[in-house]
Nanobody, 126 residues
Framework: QLQFVESGGGLVQPGGSLRLSCAAS????????IAWFRQAPGKDREAIAC????????HYIDSVKGRFTISRDNAKNTVFLQMDSLQPEDTAVYSC???????????????????WGQGTQVTVSS
């Protein structure tokens, strides 16, 4: 069974950076597209970035474009989220999940995803 463990969260000042990791076990990750989601207190969970199984296709929501970068290392069964220029509105629990599209793409539809991790807390505050 595919499972994810997220790590790398923490407390950071506005303008700072964090690198999140999503480590997979129980399955070979290179057949899955992966998305990072976040859920802030009192808000719905939202997809913020996704990456296709080869890594050639990525998508971002507008609010993180140019600040966040999703990448993957299939040899290490791990997906990363580099977050720069963090702002207080980025405060949330970040988690990853897997999808199995028929082609090398990724989607933001949360209903397609399963194998959710527990998440890692990111807090941006001065």
């Amino acid at each position: 069974q595919l499972q994810f463990v997220e790590s790398g969260g923490g407390l950071v000042q506005p303008g700072g950076s964090l690198r999140l990791s999503c480590a997979a076990s129980g399955f070979t990750l290179n057949v899955k597209s992966i998305a990072w989601f976040r859920q802030a207190p009192g808000k719905d969970r939202e997809a913020i970035a996704c990456i296709s199984r080869s890594g050639t296709v990525t998508h971002y929501i507008d609010s993180v474009k140019g600040r966040f970068t999703i990448s993957r290392d299939n040899a290490k069964n791990t997906v990363f989220l580099q977050m720069d220029s963090l702002q207080p509105e980025d405060t949330a629990v970040y988690s990853c999940a897997a999808d199995s599209p028929a082609i090398d793409v990724c989607f933001f539809n949360a209903g397609r995803y399963d194998s959710w991790g527990q998440g890692t807390q990111v807090t941006v505050s001065s």
